[in-house]
């Protein structure tokens, strides 16, 4: 008699994901693609066109959305989150968290004067000059 041993033929648990930065249709151009767990960071920044200060933006992937869960800005105003769950001064940045909003995609025009930029876990993803300037542009979460 032998010893068996029995291999799974397919693994359970999330399917894998890649965070993709591209080009809104119809355009077709890829930016940056990597993996991602629910345990990563993904932070959007900007600088306000008027008021010339930061705009912070965290986000985590859960299943096919992005969620965005805390947002820093130094002004408040007409467009920001003025309820959420977790609120914090940090100098002079108000970080607001807990906010829990969903996105298919986060769509933006990117700009080249406000400075847009992505971070992956605390690193630099995606510089500003990587995307041209005023190009229609996303970030979605796509299945491998």
């Known amino acids: 008699m032998g010893l068996g041993i029995a291999v ?3 693994m359970s648990g999330p399917a ?3 965070l993709v930065i591209r080009q809104q249709e119809p355009g077709d151009r890829v930016y940056r693609s990597v993996p991602i767990d629910s345990d990563d960071e993904v932070a959007m920044t900007w600088m306000h066109s008027v008021d010339k200060t930061p705009w912070w933006e965290y986000y985590r992937a ?3 959305e ?3 869960d805390c947002t820093e800005l130094s002004l408040m105003g007409a467009g920001t989150p003025f309820e959420a769950p977790q609120t914090e001064l940090d100098g002079d940045m108000i970080r607001l968290c807990g906010l829990d909003e969903r996105f ?3 769509r933006w025009i990117h700009s080249h004067r406000v400075h847009h930029r992505i971070y992956f876990n ?4 995606l510089p500003t000059r990587a995307i041209g300037h005023h190009v229609r542009a996303e970030m979605i979460l796509i299945g491998d």
């Not at 605390?122 to 993803?125: F, K």
Request: hydrophobic share 35%; net charge negative.
């Open 66 to 68: 992005l969620v965005l």
């Open 122 to 125: 605390g690193e630099l993803l």
């Open 8 to 10: 799974p033929t397919s």
């Open 104 to 106: 298919p995609a986060v």
């Open 16 to 18: 894998p994901r890649r």
């Open 62 to 64: 859960d299943g096919d």
